[in-house]
């Protein structure tokens, strides 16, 4: 009896291994083809679920449904207007056709080198055949920039575009996808990742550019330089007025003080012959104040006007 047990169980293993390699699962992402000997045989299986196959004899190889990507190699270009760039670029795939795809490239690795071969090929030709403005702007559109940017290295006004980046593009995977479609791709989209000058021309740009935004400055500055000038002027000038304007309003008033004080002094001069006397006095005083210093001498007569008042002063 427990040999019985052992053959139905070594019959069930068997079942089950047999099941387990006749037998695969295809998700909703993959499609596949069948394989016997190495050559397809059936067609491309692209329903989801569980499929099944001769174990040992044939094979499954599955193949992405998705989107795939392809990232071309910077490569160093000459526009047609004798420019030398660095273009980078990229690409979205997709598996259109399985079967054929799999008898001309077998798998991902070499659809990847035959879009290397094709895609780069393509973009040399357009980008040979077309200026470097055509693969910088994608539209006419007004410039922003102010009238000093506004110009090209030339001195010219910048040139409109005929075709633009965008359609460039365009061109390009028009001229590709019929390659792509004899390895069963369909080429979706092709976009330029990076546009640059090679590394010598960069730098001379680079040094241009400087040199053109330090003219600008300069510029702005003689200007900003010949403002302030003219607001230092204005301000002195305006000072002066209000200093003139000041000096004659002072030089009035102290004449109007003048004019008081001498009708004041008439007044007090004429009243009485005392008066007057005092008033010669106080006038001499103040002459000896402010023409003589402590460093002077004054010889002074005893016949003199001085000495003379006293006497009369001290007579009474």
């Not at 019985?4 to 083809?33: C, G, P, W």
């Not at 879009?115 to 922003?144: F, H, K, M, P, W």
């Not at 989209?189 to 600008?216: A, G, P, Q």
Request: charged share 30%.
């Amino acid at each position: 009896m427990s040999n019985k047990f052992k053959l139905i169980a070594i019959i069930t293993f068997l079942v089950f291994i047999i099941s387990a390699l006749s037998s695969f699962i295809v998700n909703e992402t993959e499609q596949v083809i069948i394989t016997q000997f190495g050559k397809p045989v059936g067609k491309p299986i692209i329903r989801p679920g569980i499929h099944f196959k001769i174990p040992f004899i044939q094979k499954a190889n599955f193949f992405d449904r998705r989107f795939l990507e392809w990232d071309g190699n910077p490569n160093q270009i000459p526009t047609k207007d004798k420019r030398f760039i660095w273009v980078d670029t990229y690409a979205r795939w997709r598996i259109a056709d399985p079967l054929l795809f799999f008898q001309r490239v077998r798998d991902e690795r070499g659809a990847q080198s035959r879009l290397d071969d094709i895609l780069d090929g393509e973009t040399r030709n357009a980008i040979a055949n077309n200026n470097l403005v055509e693969l910088i702007r994608s539209t006419n559109r007004a410039y922003q920039a102010d009238e000093e940017l506004a110009v090209s290295e030339e001195g010219k006004v910048l040139l409109t575009i005929k075709y633009g980046r965008d359609k460039l593009t365009r061109s390009i995977i028009k001229a590709a996808a019929p390659r792509t479609l004899e390895l069963g791709i369909e080429l979706l989209d092709l976009r330029c990742k990076r546009i640059n000058y090679v590394k010598e021309v960069r730098s001379k740009i680079f040094e241009r550019m400087i040199s053109e935004r330090k003219r600008i400055a300069e510029k702005y500055r003689s200007e900003g330089q010949g403002e302030a000038s003219k607001i230092l002027g204005e301000k002195e000038r305006e000072l002066k007025r209000i200093q003139s304007e000041a000096y004659k309003t002072a030089q009035e008033i102290m004449g109007k003080a003048d004019a008081e004080a001498t009708t004041i002094y008439a007044s007090a001069y004429n009243r009485n012959p005392e008066s007057r006397e005092f008033y010669r006095f106080l006038k001499t005083m103040e002459t000896y104040k402010t023409t003589l210093s402590e460093k002077d001498w004054l010889f002074l007569s005893t016949t003199g006007d001085f000495f003379g008042y006293f006497q009369k002063q001290s007579g009474r």
